[in-house]
Every structure is written in C-alpha cells, then in structure tokens.
C-alpha cells in the first residue's frame, strides 16, 4: 500500500494550521523535526560507521531543521560540521546556530573540501516550498553530493527536486539521489521517484491534521520519533 | 561515586543562562524536558502495565514539563488525563493545553476520583522553585499520591519537598515518597532523601555550562534523552 502524499501547497497549509489552530510553536516543530532527522541519522548511519556529518544547511526552515538534527548529533557522540553560506537573519536561526557553536561544532566555508572528510552528509538545503532554479551558492553544493560516493541523508525533499514532479530534467541535481529521505509529517509526491531508504518522521501530527489532509499517521514503534516506510512510500 | 547537584539558586541561574547566552528558548527545553519524562515513563512503565496515565500539572515550568510529557505519552500509546486546576494564562502554556485538547486528551476536575482509574501518575507541580507551605489546591492531591499505591514519577522534584532539605518533617508531603525520580538537566540536593529510581533527562547541556555550575553530563547511550543513574544519585 502505497503511502498518501503531500502536495507541496497541502503541505505549506499542513505548516500554517499547526501553527495557527493547532498552537505550536516553530521552535517546538523544529525542535521535533530536527530531532527526528537526527534519528534517523543514528538508525542509518550509527557512530562506529564514522562519526563525521556534515550537514548542509539552506537559508530557511529545512535549513532550521539541519541545524537542530546536527546539535541532537554531537551529543549522541557525532562530530558534526555545518555549512551554512546564506544565513538567515531571523532570531531562530541565529539562536539554533549559536547552540551549535556552543558544542563548539564547526561551520565550514567549502562544502566539496569538506565534503572530502565526512562520514555522511544530511541535505537540509530546500524542503517542500523549494521550487524553481537552484540559485548560488547551492549549485556546486548539489552536485558534490551528487557525484560523492558518501552516502546523504536528504530532510523532506533531495534538494533540487520539484516537490511534485522529482529530479529535473537537465542540469543541476538531474544526477543527485540521496541514499535516505526523511519526510516530514507526510510524504511529498516526489517519493515516488526516490529509490532509497524512507522515513518519516515528525510525530506530531494530530487527528484533525490527518482527517484534513487525508493521510495516515504511520504506526510509529516505542518511543521513536521516526518510522521507516521503504522506498516509494511502501510500507515495510 | 555521588553525582554532584545543583542549588535551587544554581538550577535557577543555569536556567536563566540557558535561555540568554544559551540561545535556547523556553519552547525548546520545556519541549525536550516533556520528551524526557515520557521516555522515563515508558521506561519504567511500559505500554504492557497499564497506558492510564495521571498528570498532576502544577501552575509552573514543571507543570509545561507535564503538559509536554502528556503530549508524547498520547503519541506513544498511552491514554493520559491532565489534573490542571491552576491554568497559567502565560500563552506558552495555553498552546500546550491546546496542544493535548487536539488529542482528545481529557482534563479532569477532581484528583482523587482519578488516581483510582490510573496506572502511573507524573507529579508535575512543583519544581526547583518551589519553597515554602503547598498550597490549595495542591495538599489534597499530594496527600492523596503519598497514600495510593499508584506508582508516582515526580518531575525534577517530588512536589512538597524542600529542593535542599528534602521531605517536610510533618504535615503534607511528609509521608510522600514517589517510585521514580526524573533530575532535569542535574540532580538537586533533595535527592540525597530519595529511595526510588532516579533518571536525569535534558539532553542539551552545553561543556561551557556543565563547567560553570561544576557538574559533569552523565553518560546517555544512544539516542536516549534520559539515563538512569540509581537512588541518591549514584551511578549504576
């Protein structure tokens, strides 16, 4: 059984009524999102195939999303590194990146020399309000991890990909496919052209939301914040 | 070895340094804390005992900590209930009632009543701020967990007792020892008075702050954002 999806527009609506009628915080929603990322991080990647993540981090909530996953990370006994060239000037983000630098966890000016020591790498550069062309700095970004053989850990979209249609046609990020994707309350069309490892995660999600939006809550195990769902959103 | 602890005038300080040049938000670590005492509570109450769960909210942080901790204890299977009879008008703490509403989670008016249908109850009254007489409601409700043999989990300090001195030489709180222990961010001096299962939770700590208040981050394992260290704070 296939997995419903989010369309990109559902899933900005999803967002807004969470933190409208259903009164959470963007801190607390990406706190647990983060938290989730870094879950599967762990399942995917545990600390004695190497401990080195680099994560890449976009200027907006996908980026807040990386930048919460990498401080659960170092405390889990990664040594995470972050490369964040568009920063973004609202105080979230400002805080997030100073508990990192607190953990004193390194932000990296050159993500393909870095890229070149990492263990893993988790793509937090675009999630679902991507759409478009890939604008600088993240071209060169993309298709690094493109053609790394270091396995990448993509938070809600493989950043590049059209949130409804996947890989584009041509150009940058028509050869990138992450090894593992964490949607994010529900999966995006696109799954249906990602042929890796599949999670989803944000465990959240409130009756009202999935009878709105006409999807399931996957049927998350103990304490987990994550569920793996396999490739294509087939449920394991 | 006995780990160290923290004054209620340090647990205060290091709260406050957190949420300046920490960066954190109060959203944030109420977030994590909650997260915290749900894993405790699986921990030690798994799904199989019984998924009654009573949360003692006081008018607090410790009662945000119990509203967090319900909220994940839902997703995760139980059926808890909310004893709250001291609303904060603080809007963190509204969108948090809100929160655990859109669950369908019920809210109960009389404690006593409640305590015999549960299985588990988390104190979530008072917390290292608290000093001095309980006050109504609350000495009902304590007594009554003091005389039940409903298994108790306090947050961060069983409500009633002195955070330096421990339980009440009479009166109520006197007679009130709770089975589990759950010390957020470090053990207050109180624990040396406690007999139970004690865990520490809030997995966020920075060196810079361990190194200021002179306490050392026990050893989580894995993704666990509790560890259990044993009555009176010793290490297991």
Do not use: C
């Not at 933190?19 to 004695?48: C, K, W």
């Not at 994560?55 to 972050?82: K, T």
């Amino acid at each position: 059984m296939a997995l419903k999806t989010l369309s990109a527009k559902a899933a900005a609506a999803l967002d807004k009524d969470l933190m409208s009628t259903g009164a959470f915080s963007i801190d607390q929603l990406m706190e647990l999102a983060g938290l989730s990322v870094s879950q599967v991080v762990y399942r995917v990647h545990p600390l004695n195939k190497g401990r080195r993540i680099l994560v890449a981090v976009g200027p907006g909530n996908n980026g807040g999303d990386g930048l919460v996953a990498a401080r659960h990370l170092r405390h889990y006994g990664y040594q995470p590194s972050i490369y964040y060239p568009k920063r973004s000037k609202k105080e979230l983000y400002q805080r997030l990146a100073k508990q990192l630098e607190d953990l004193d966890v390194p932000f990296v000016d050159d993500f393909p020399t870095a890229l070149q020591s990492a263990d893993h790498v988790v793509d937090a550069i675009f999630g679902f309000s991507f759409s478009g062309e890939v604008r600088e700095p993240f071209p060169p970004v993309i298709q690094a991890m493109a053609e790394s053989k270091i396995p990448v850990t993509s938070v809600d979209a493989p950043s590049s990909w059209d949130i409804e249609e996947g890989p584009p046609k041509s150009g940058v990020g028509s050869n990138f496919h992450p090894d593992v994707l964490v949607s994010l309350t529900a999966p995006k069309p696109l799954v249906k052209h990602f042929k890796g490892r599949h999670f989803i995660g944000g465990r959240f999600v409130t009756p009202g939301i999935t009878q709105k939006y006409d999807f399931d809550v996957p049927a998350y195990e103990g304490i987990d914040q994550i569920v793996e769902v396999g490739p294509e959103g087939l449920k394991l």
